[in-house]
């Protein structure tokens, strides 16, 4: 009786196995990125949250009286209230390059007496992040106006 023994080729993976192996490191690659995009807009958001409240402050600073007459971007970066990296010559902008103002406020029937800040261009997920880390100081904060 003859047996037939099959001859065993090199070793080596085969295609099939090559393909699960980059579709698995394609997913957690996918994966990664998902999460390092997460902690990019937790970041940017903590970090416009802190330069409202410092723009707030620096209001407040300037303008300690209830009278806020002449508030304006420019008044602030003058006097040095608003974060550095914010400044771009005469303006102010937010980390997505969008314009950052502020205004004088008639509150409560009051004249001058109050103020809003404006961040133009902060990307959805972003803003729902910055509001709610911002509303215990603000008594109104008014989203896509």
Known sequence: ???HQL???????????????????????LGILAIYNRVVASNNADETRKQILAVQTGIREQYPNANRN???IGTLITARKIPEPMVNGNTAVNKWGGAVT???A???????NGYAISFADVPAAECNTIVTGLLS?????????
């Open 7 to 29: 001859k065993k080729k090199g070793k080596g993976f085969t295609m099939i196995e090559l393909l699960v192996a980059v579709a698995v490191i394609a997913i957690a690659g």
């Open 106 to 112: 008639n509150v409560n029937g009051g004249t001058n």
């Open 1 to 3: 009786m003859k047996t």
């Open 137 to 145: 100081n603000f008594p109104e904060i008014v989203v896509g106006a």
């Open 102 to 104: 502020v205004a004088v």
């Open 70 to 72: 002449g508030l304006a």
